[in-house]
Every structure is written in structure tokens, then in C-alpha cells.
């Protein structure tokens, strides 16, 4: 006869044992538990997801089924065990009906309850075996995937920066001529030349700020954000970036102001990146609101930070979909008739841009009504030199 273990502590069994010796476990429950984790695997799967909760009952009657199997009992006995079983309370375990029945000895019946522990603790050894073969083939797939997610997002990086830079070089050529005929370097124009060559140039210039955009958010996935920290004073920064997107604002019949809530007349930050933050969600807040409606550009204290704001009455961004603004590529406007231009990265750059400041950009609006985007950077004491 095999050696027989405690499926619990492996501790070696008599045949007669009932509990373990060694953990006091109960034999019965730890097969009935180990048997619940075989059929577990076997019925589609080792999650715990995919196990029903077994009773001791459903267990007793694989037992009969194993010593009708066996040639213990023959059919009819066991028919008629489970009929006395049925009118009793139900509660006495078939295997000491049979023995009542003389069907089986309590040699025969413990053989064969050994014998199920056995498989069952084989099944289980078998169990584990596969199911660690199975987690180590799945972290070798997802490290896999990974590695090839880096690589292909260092590539999508590298692609964006090459294009972009030669299209730049490009554009700066185009931008020198434009401006030269302009501003009638090259000859006099006719006042249609003269309307047509600004309309070119302010089509050039909108083109070059998309392509700075792109080339500073490829940097800035492959993590090459760096800051060039100064005080910068907040009056003239905030006038500079209005009088850069008030002729938009103008264009569409819209208000444009600012509110200066400070005692604090200076921030910290890199002055550059964030006058881009702010051009970007002023352009935002004019490209969504409507005619007649309103942008206001907000500047208060906020202990010892500076809260910028920039509020619009435009059309809103429903509350499911405020976090998924700020993922790349991403536009709310996604019908086949795009009524807005732009290719979702604004966002994108301005959240890494502010969250490299260490602060967050956040969000309030409310569909119809408006939006107002905000973040908070340190107050300076000194200006920089
Ligand atoms: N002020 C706003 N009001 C309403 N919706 C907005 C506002 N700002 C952003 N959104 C929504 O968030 C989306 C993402 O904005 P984001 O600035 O990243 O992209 P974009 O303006 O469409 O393109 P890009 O800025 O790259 O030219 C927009 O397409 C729009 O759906
Ligand atoms: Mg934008």
C-alpha cells in the first residue's frame, strides 16, 4: 500500500487516522478542500473565480461511486444506502450506512478513503505545479509586452521628433520669405497681396507653435522634461500672454480680460513652458466657447503659491470625461464633422509641464455652462536678475 500523506502538513497517515496526528487537522475537510482546488482547475481554470463552494454531502456519494467502482458494493447497495441516508436526518455519511449495511468492512471503507486522499493530494502536487508553470509563462508574456510597449513608445518619440524637426526647418525658410514680402522687403504688394501673404503668415505661425508643441511633448514622453527655474514677475507675463491670443479672441467676438487678486508680485517657475501652459489654455478656452461668450485669465494668492486660472463660458466637458482630456492624442470632438481643429496633445504637455513644476492642473465644468482649468506654483520673493 502506498505511503499516505496529510494533504495540510504532509505528516505521514495511518489508514485508520481520521485526523491528522501531527496538525489535528481534520482528514475529511482537507480532502474535501483539496478535492474543491482540483475541480477548481479542472472545471476551466486555477482561479479561485472558477471554484463553487462543495458540501460534505456531495462529497459522500463519490465515495460510493468509488467503491461501486472498485467492486465493493454493488449497485443495488449503494441505491439502497442512499435511500436510508435520504430518510434519515441526512446527516450520517454513506460509508457508516454501508458498514451498518455489512456492504463494507471498516478495513474496506478506510482503504478506500486513503486511497481518494492519495489522488487527490497527487491532483493537488500536480495542481501547483501547473499553476506556477502557468504564472511563470505569464510574466515572461506581460515583461515581453513591456519591453516592446518602451520600445515602441521610444520609437513613436523618435518618429515625432525627426518629422516635426524637418517639417520646422522647413517652416522657417517659408516664415523668413513670408515676412520679408510682408513687410515689402522684396517689392512693393498690392493691399490683396498684402492680405493674402498676413493670412499665410498667420497660418505659418500656428503651424510652427503645433510643431514646438509636438517636439516638446516627444521630449518630454521620453522623459526629457527639464526646467529652467526663474522668478518671473506676474503682471507682464500675464499681459504678454493675453496680447498674444486677444487677436483670436477678437476675431471670434469674444471677451478677454484678467483679474489680479495679489499681494505676491512674482512666481517661481520655468517662464517659457508655463507662458506656453497658459497660451494653450487660453487657445482652448476661445476655441471652445462660442461667440459672445467670455475668457477670463485669473491670478490670486494661495498661500505661499500663485493660483492661475483661465475661465471660459463655453461649451463644457461632461464630468465622465474630464480625466481622459489630458491623455495624449485625445479629443472630446471625435464625430466625422470636426468642428474644432487641433490634435489633442494640448493637454497632454501642459499636465506633464505643470505636474513637472510640482503642482496639478485642475479642472471644473460643467456641460453648456463653461470650464475653468487651473494650477498653483510657488511665489518668488527675489526676481531673477
Ligand atoms: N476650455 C475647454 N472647453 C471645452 N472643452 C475643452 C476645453 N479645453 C479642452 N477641451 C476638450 O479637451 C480636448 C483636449 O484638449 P487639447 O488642448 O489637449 O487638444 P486640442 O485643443 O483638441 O488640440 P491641440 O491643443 O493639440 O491643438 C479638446 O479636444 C476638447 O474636447
Ligand atoms: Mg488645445
Same mark, same amino acid.
Given at each position: 500500500?502506498?505511503?499516505?500523506?496529510?494533504?495540510?502538513?504532509?505528516?505521514?497517515?495511518?489508514?485508520?487516522?481520521?485526523?491528522?496526528?501531527?496538525?489535528?487537522?481534520?482528514?475529511?475537510?482537507?480532502?474535501?478542500?483539496?478535492?474543491?482546488?482540483?475541480?477548481?482547475?479542472?472545471?476551466?481554470?486555477?482561479?479561485?473565480?472558477?471554484?463553487?463552494?462543495?458540501?460534505?454531502?456531495?462529497?459522500?456519494?463519490?465515495?460510493?461511486?468509488?467503491?461501486?467502482?472498485?467492486?465493493?458494493?454493488?449497485?443495488?447497495?449503494?441505491?439502497?444506502?442512499?435511500?436510508?441516508?435520504?430518510?434519515?436526518?441526512?446527516?450520517?455519511?454513506?460509508?457508516?450506512?454501508?458498514?451498518?449495511?455489512?456492504?463494507?468492512?471498516?478495513?474496506?471503507?478506510?482503504?478506500?478513503?486513503?486511497?481518494?486522499?492519495?489522488?487527490?493530494?497527487?491532483?493537488?502536487?500536480?495542481?501547483?505545479?501547473?499553476?506556477?508553470?502557468?504564472?511563470?509563462?505569464?510574466?515572461?508574456?506581460?515583461?515581453?509586452? &513591456? =519591453?516592446?510597449?518602451? $520600445? #515602441?513608445? !521610444? %520609437?513613436?518619440?523618435?518618429?515625432?521628433?525627426?518629422? @516635426?524637426?524637418? /517639417?520646422?526647418?522647413?517652416?522657417?525658410?517659408?516664415?523668413?520669405?513670408?515676412? &520679408? =514680402?510682408?513687410?515689402? $522687403? #522684396?517689392? !512693393? %504688394?498690392?493691399?490683396?497681396?498684402?492680405?493674402?501673404? @498676413?493670412?499665410? /503668415?498667420?497660418?505659418?505661425?500656428?503651424?510652427?507653435?503645433?510643431?514646438?508643441? &509636438?517636439?516638446?511633448?516627444?521630449?518630454?514622453?521620453?522623459?526629457?522634461?527639464?526646467?529652467?527655474?526663474?522668478?518671473?514677475?506676474?503682471?507682464?507675463?500675464?499681459?504678454?500672454?493675453?496680447?498674444?491670443?486677444?487677436?483670436?479672441?477678437?476675431?471670434?467676438?469674444?471677451?478677454?480680460?484678467?483679474?489680479?487678486?495679489?499681494?505676491?508680485?512674482?512666481?517661481?517657475?520655468?517662464?517659457?513652458?508655463?507662458?506656453?501652459?497658459?497660451?494653450?489654455?487660453?487657445?482652448?478656452?476661445?476655441?471652445?466657447?462660442?461667440?459672445?461668450?467670455?475668457?477670463?485669465?485669473?491670478?490670486?494668492?494661495?498661500?505661499?503659491?500663485?493660483?492661475?486660472?483661465?475661465?471660459?463660458?463655453?461649451?463644457?466637458?461632461?464630468?465622465?470625461?474630464?480625466?481622459?482630456?489630458?491623455?495624449?492624442?485625445?479629443?472630446?470632438?471625435?464625430?466625422?464633422?470636426?468642428?474644432?481643429?487641433?490634435?489633442?496633445?494640448?493637454?497632454?504637455?501642459?499636465?506633464?509641464?505643470?505636474?513637472?513644476?510640482?503642482?496639478?492642473?485642475?479642472?471644473?465644468?460643467?456641460?453648456?455652462?463653461?470650464?475653468?482649468?487651473?494650477?498653483?506654483?510657488?511665489?518668488?520673493?527675489?526676481?531673477?536678475?
Amino acid at each position: 500500500m502506498p505511503q499516505l500523506n496529510c494533504p495540510q502538513c504532509s505528516q505521514v497517515l495511518e489508514p485508520s487516522d481520521v485526523t491528522c496526528p501531527k496538525c489535528g487537522a481534520s482528514l475529511a475537510v482537507v480532502t474535501l478542500l483539496a478535492e474543491q482546488h482540483w475541480l477548481g482547475r479542472k472545471r476551466g481554470g486555477l482561479g479561485t473565480g472558477s471554484l463553487r463552494p462543495m458540501s460534505v454531502e456531495q462529497l459522500v456519494p463519490r465515495l460510493g461511486d468509488l467503491l461501486l467502482a472498485q467492486g465493493y458494493i454493488t449497485e443495488a447497495q449503494l441505491q439502497e444506502a442512499l435511500a436510508r441516508r435520504a430518510q434519515g436526518s441526512g446527516s450520517r455519511l454513506l460509508g457508516q450506512i454501508l458498514m451498518e449495511m455489512g456492504a463494507v468492512t471498516r478495513e474496506t471503507l478506510d482503504r478506500v478513503i486513503a486511497r481518494q486522499i492519495l489522488e487527490l493530494q497527487n491532483a493537488l502536487l500536480q495542481a501547483n505545479r501547473t499553476l506556477e508553470q502557468n504564472v511563470a509563462e505569464r510574466t515572461a508574456e506581460l515583461e515581453m509586452a &513591456l =519591453l516592446k510597449l518602451t $520600445e #515602441l513608445n !521610444q %520609437l513613436k518619440s523618435n518618429i515625432v521628433t525627426n518629422i @516635426s524637426n524637418e /517639417l520646422h526647418t522647413s517652416l522657417t525658410h517659408i516664415k523668413s520669405y513670408v515676412t &520679408l =514680402l510682408t513687410e515689402g $522687403e #522684396l517689392g !512693393q %504688394l498690392a493691399p490683396a497681396q498684402q492680405e493674402a501673404l @498676413s493670412a499665410t /503668415l498667420d497660418a505659418v505661425n500656428r503651424l510652427e507653435q503645433s510643431l514646438e508643441g &509636438l517636439i516638446a511633448y516627444a521630449a518630454s514622453a521620453r522623459g526629457e522634461m527639464t526646467l529652467n527655474l526663474r522668478s518671473v514677475r506676474i503682471t507682464p507675463f500675464v499681459d504678454e500672454v493675453l496680447q498674444r491670443v486677444r487677436p483670436a479672441a477678437e476675431q471670434k467676438g469674444l471677451r478677454l480680460d484678467r483679474r489680479l487678486n495679489i499681494t505676491q508680485p512674482i512666481f517661481l517657475g520655468d517662464e517659457e513652458k508655463l507662458f506656453w501652459v497658459l497660451l494653450q489654455l487660453l487657445n482652448n478656452a476661445i476655441k471652445f466657447t462660442p461667440q459672445g461668450g467670455s475668457v477670463m485669465l485669473n491670478v490670486s494668492d494661495e498661500g505661499h503659491r500663485v493660483r492661475f486660472s483661465v475661465q471660459d463660458t463655453g461649451i463644457g466637458i461632461p464630468a465622465d470625461r474630464l480625466e481622459e482630456i489630458f491623455e495624449d492624442f485625445r479629443r472630446l470632438d471625435g464625430s466625422t464633422t470636426r468642428h474644432y481643429t487641433g490634435t489633442g496633445l494640448g493637454l497632454a504637455l501642459v499636465r506633464r509641464i505643470v505636474e513637472a513644476h510640482g503642482a496639478r492642473i485642475h479642472v471644473e465644468s460643467q456641460e453648456g455652462r463653461g470650464s475653468t482649468f487651473s494650477f498653483a506654483v510657488p511665489a518668488s520673493a527675489m526676481p531673477s536678475a
